[in-house]
């Protein structure tokens, strides 16, 4: 049993109120969370913080974020095996995906701010330069599916650029979150500088939204939620990065290559049991390669090994998304049911003969189950691709007209013959109602610091 405690001021502190946390694999419980519900502490830590750490040079900032990589990196199968026992997702994942790219992030960053040039732009008459100050103190909100990846996207630039932080993983999985909390302290990261904060959203992230010393708000999350963060953060002018929902397609033209197509769709429909934002959610495949694709798709599935769902309650969402398949005239091909196990599991599922306007095929899910549906040009996959409200990411899967269909597609991001292959320096964000902003390379950057200008005269 781990006793997760939030840290404050380099303090690891426990409260009375408790809330347990439990496997999504068989339901046991793993851990007790304190079910914080002000953030006054915290931010009277990160003020205090604040002079000095902004004060440091770029480069110091850079060596920490490479000091907590490398501690990172030491105990990677550790952050693996709690990601795992917290998400239920399987250890390869965890460690492949979750792990990795955690470690990559606090070293990509330390890389980048490095390489940070100056801007400047010269008049006739007179020099502009552009500094970049920190924010002050930021709070930074993440969700469940990837726990530790998504947070350290958050910490490492808005450490970077010289801000203090009150972080807030999702209470559904603090593990990882707490584990970096224990790392940071051994590494002697000044106190103060990353405070973590555990408990429920409506109580401890509404806290950190309302809090008028923290000037802006890093959300990851849910679109509703969004909505109450943005009307929250608004009018007390603080800077707000949103990182919402999805409801993507994976787009087959007819000239496909399907040896690549088929494997790279599938992943795309199934990773993390579908429980990423950028998961293809909806396939369109042209109707003269469909036979061909689905049986290979379909054949290919029953070799594709996912988790469980993150908890009962979005278990017991997702199949009431299968049944409304079913009432709306869906054909369920694969899958459909709850293997008898304890733990939120279920089975990889497709369903075909939804209109592309129905509600199962526009509303986000967020689990193992994809919508598929037919089409005759490329006009018609566009149109079918962008009739939601979302806007999050897409791929195209083409030997030819892969570029001059993504650009058509209405989202933040869009892979041809790949997904998710990232480059973090290549901006990441949603357009519509998945989100607001962008993440990566220079877009952290210039969120979480205020860009001024001093424009200086010649004599
Ligand atoms: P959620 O919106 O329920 O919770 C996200 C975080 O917000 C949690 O830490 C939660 O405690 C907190 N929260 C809840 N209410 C809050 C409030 N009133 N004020 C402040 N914070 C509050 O989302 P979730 O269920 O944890 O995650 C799944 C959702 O996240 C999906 O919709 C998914 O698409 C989205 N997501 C988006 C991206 C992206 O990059 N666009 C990435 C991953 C997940």
């Known amino acids: 049993m781990i006793h997760v405690e939030n840290l404050i001021g380099g303090k690891f502190v426990s409260l009375d109120?408790?809330?347990?946390?439990?496997?999504?694999?068989?339901?046991?419980?793993?851990?007790?969370?304190?079910?914080?519900?002000q953030v006054?502490?915290?931010?009277?830590?990160?003020?205090?913080?604040?002079?000095?750490?902004?004060?440091?040079?770029?480069?110091?900032?850079?060596?920490?974020?490479?000091k907590i990589?490398?501690?990172?990196?030491?105990?990677?199968?550790e952050v693996a095996r709690l990601e795992a026992l917290d998400t239920g997702k399987p250890m390869d994942v965890a460690l492949n995906v979750d792990a990795k790219r955690s470690v990559n992030n606090f070293r990509f960053f330390a890389e980048f701010g490095r390489n940070l040039q100056e801007q400047k732009f010269e008049m006739s008459d007179a020099t502009n330069y552009?500094?970049?100050?920190?924010?002050?103190?930021?709070?930074?909100?993440?969700?469940?599916?990837?726990?530790?990846?998504?947070?350290?996207?958050?910490?490492?630039?808005?450490?970077?650029?010289?801000?203090?932080?009150?972080?807030?993983?999702?209470?559904?999985?603090?593990?990882?979150?707490?584990?970096?909390?224990?790392?940071?302290?051994?590494?002697?990261?000044?106190?103060?500088?990353?405070?973590?904060?555990?408990?429920?959203?409506?109580?401890?992230g509404q806290a950190i939204v309302e809090h008028p010393e923290i000037k802006a708000i890093s959300f990851t999350g849910g679109t509703s939620t969004g909505k109450i963060v943005a009307a929250t953060a608004a009018p007390m002018f603080k800077k707000l990065s949103l990182e919402l929902g999805g409801k993507n397609a994976s787009i087959i033209l007819d000239d496909a290559d399907l040896e690549i197509a088929v494997?790279?769709?599938?992943?795309?429909?199934?990773?993390?049991?579908?429980?990423i934002c950028l998961c293809g959610s909806r396939v369109l495949v042209h109707a003269s390669i469909y036979d061909d694709f689905m049986n290979r798709y379909l054949a290919e599935l029953k070799d594709f090994k996912i988790g469980p769902v993150?908890?009962?309650?979005?278990?017991?969402?997702?199949?009431?998304?299968?049944?409304?398949?079913i009432e709306e005239g869906g054909e369920i091909l694969a899958g459909g049911n709850v293997p008898e196990k304890p733990g939120a599991w279920i089975e990889p599922t497709v369903i075909s003969g939804l209109s592309h306007t129905s509600r199962t095929a526009t509303e986000e899910i967020f689990g193992p189950v994809v919508t598929i549906h037919k089409f005759d040009t490329?006009?018609?996959?566009?149109?079918?691709?962008?009739?939601?409200?979302?806007?999050?990411?897409?791929?195209?899967?083409?030997?030819?007209?892969?570029p001059h269909v993504a650009e058509k597609i209405e989202s933040g991001m869009v892979w041809v013959n790949t997904w998710l292959h990232r480059d973090l320096r290549v901006p990441f964000g949603g357009v519509k109602d998945s989100g607001v902003g962008r993440e990566g390379g220079l877009w952290s950057v210039g969120f979480f610091s205020e860009a001024v200008n001093i424009c200086v005269m010649e004599d």
């Open 130 to 204: 552009v500094i970049r100050k920190p924010i002050g103190v930021v709070g930074l909100i993440s969700p469940w599916n990837l726990p530790l990846y998504l947070l350290s996207w958050k910490i490492a630039p808005a450490l970077l650029m010289g801000n203090t932080i009150i972080a807030k993983p999702s209470e559904i999985t603090p593990l990882t979150a707490h584990f970096l909390g224990r790392i940071c302290t051994k590494i002697g990261l000044p106190d103060g500088v990353l405070n973590i904060v555990n408990g429920y959203g409506p109580e401890v």
């Open 310 to 325: 993150i908890s009962e309650e979005h278990r017991q969402k997702v199949l009431s998304y299968i049944r409304l398949a």
């Open 378 to 402: 490329d006009e018609e996959a566009i149109e079918m691709a962008n009739c939601t409200q979302y806007g999050l990411a897409g791929s195209v899967w083409s030997k030819n007209r892969g």
């Open 40 to 66: 006054n502490d915290a931010v009277l830590a990160a003020k205090a913080a604040l002079h000095d750490w902004s004060s440091l040079g770029i480069e110091q900032r850079c060596d920490w974020l490479d």
């Open 69 to 77: 990589a490398n501690e990172l990196e030491n105990e990677i199968q």
């Open 17 to 37: 109120e408790k809330f347990e946390d439990t496997s999504p694999s068989d339901f046991s419980v793993i851990a007790t969370i304190p079910r914080t519900k």
């Open 263 to 275: 494997p790279g769709v599938l992943r795309a429909s199934f990773l993390n049991s579908g429980q």
